[in-house]
């Protein structure tokens, strides 16, 4: 039911969605054969949304809402730790696209592949996992990210027999939960976890919950370090403002579940 509800509910309370949504009832107040007061009502909020997503898709907004997520976790330095094992976190790869295409197709996290590649080349011995399994709302013949890898996993310079698959987890709750059950982490092993830098908080949060203990490893960083930049086109400024909205709304809503022991998981 949470899988269901987060997507459903997302769709609607979207940035970019839900001020398109106001736009078009507002549209629809303005033009219709009510009163004057609701006719200048349906004015107003077409103009207050269409700033609102003006300001948002071109101003620094999206990246001041992006900064506290990134920073949170320090990068990885390799101190010299042996490290045991490697989860990498699913996002990344378009299943429809890299099925249709028949070759390894990612998205704008696309660096969790490329830390995989590299990683697995770091530390050969290393055990590596990735967790992915079909994000899609109808699950029934979805690909998964997993069975995608399985086939392109030689394109990142890794056997595909080398890694570990999840392919059940939909979200960064079953990840953890079931990576955990697939490595039945040691005490004083040292796990690197793979993921977004903006995800990572609640990823972290969601490991310790399943009482796996893991290192961050944050990558696909959106906004360098302090740096306030304007967005070149809206629509640049809109997708990354609803990636951390969503981020944001997914701490409250783990939090909340029980899924996290706090909101703002940290070091």
Known sequence: MF?????VLWFLTAPSNLLLLLVLAGAGLAGSRLSLRWRRLGLGLVATAGLILLVGGVSPLASLVFGPLENRFPEFRDDGVPVTGIVVLGGAVETGLSSARDQLVVNDAGERMIALGDLA???????LVFAGGS???TGDGAVSESAVLRRHAASLGVPPERITYDDRSRNTHENAAFSAELVKPKPG???LLVT???HMPRAMGCFRRAGFTVTAYPVDYRTGPGAVA???TAGDGLFELDVAAREWLGLLAYRASGYTESVFPGP
Do not use: I, N, Q
């Open 3 to 7: 899988f269901v509800l987060s997507k």
């Open 121 to 127: 080349r770091r530390y050969p011995k290393a055990t």
């Open 135 to 137: 994000g899609r709302l």
């Open 189 to 191: 092993e040292r796990w």
């Open 196 to 198: 977004s830098a903006w």
């Open 230 to 232: 304007l967005h070149s």
